[in-house]
């Protein structure tokens, strides 16, 4: 379905906070085709194995910078995908796969 490097996005499951519940949108990177293994893209690089990039590796984020958050694998089904508003928004460039590859 989706190929090494592919950025999407989806509703997350319902999430409670303040009291109330809701879905939030979420950015992943496919890292691994036949595994269905995913990292996110998160807005804050707070994590110590959080890899950085910014709009220059890749123009469609959000935030002018990103972090890969590399410490938590997502095994996610294509099942579980398909019920989330899925959508893909581009590819990571070679480069930048190449720099987190060997971070």
Known sequence: MYR???VIWYLSDDVEAAGKNYRKG?????VAVSERWYFFINSSGRF????RITRADFAE???SESF???GRLLVLPDDHLEKR????????PRETL???SIM
């Open 4 to 6: 090494v490097g592919d």
């Open 26 to 30: 979420k950015y992943i990177l496919c």
């Open 48 to 51: 110590t194995d959080s890899f």
């Open 61 to 63: 984020l959000p935030q």
């Open 68 to 70: 890969i958050g590399c």
């Open 85 to 92: 508003k899925v959508r893909k928004i581009g590819t990571l």
């Open 98 to 100: 190449r720099r987190l």
